[in-house]
């Protein structure tokens, strides 16, 4: 019984957002550019996230050895780099009595600030409690959990539209409408004609005849 609880216990308190933080941003990615972004390319965007989150998750280890603050740390420094366009879209090109503070100038050293600042209120705390990782866990699934719903959708949906769009092409075919008329062509052919001048010096033609 005492086994079973410390499984459970490990189960609840590992840091599973670590894992799913990296793969979050590539699914929500590819759900809004489902049309554009085939299958295979998704798998190297994943591994170039993964790899980019393991060289984040490295970089604490200059600062602290505590396990949890660490983890706590990196899965900051990646949140608040993901975030960054997305707040940055928010603020592009606003302006306050005419100053435009919506600029990568003005925001980044703020958002550095901010994200120095979390990192250091973890550094400075005596100890991380499991809830965080609890919460956090929990929080990362509903994100996983959301853009696998949604990419379900977009592959059940895609097929059928790509028929309606078939279809609607064969019924609009070259050479007739919908009602089966042949449509009415224009060409519009622009042309000019010399000056006479321009005849008598660049070709020695006399045009007034």
Partial sequence: ???????????????????ILPIYPVLALWNANYDQIPGYAVWRSLAFSVLFAGIIFLL???ITRNKKKRILMAALLLIFFYLYGHVFELVDGRQVAGFVYGRHRYLLP??????????WIVLRS?????????????????LLVTAAIALAGQYFRTPKQTSDAA???EQTAPGSTLNGSKPDVYYIILDSYGRQDVFAKRYDFDNSE
């Fill in 1 to 19: 019984m005492k086994n079973q609880s410390s499984k459970t216990h490990w189960v609840n308190d590992f840091p599973w957002f670590v894992l």
């Fill in 60 to 62: 604490p280890l200059l």
């Fill in 110 to 119: 703020v958002w550095i600030i901010v994200v120095i600042a979390a990192n």
């Fill in 126 to 142: 005596k100890e991380v409690s499991p809830t965080v990782f609890r919460i956090a866990n929990l929080f990362a699934a509903v």
């Fill in 167 to 169: 279809s609607s092409m």
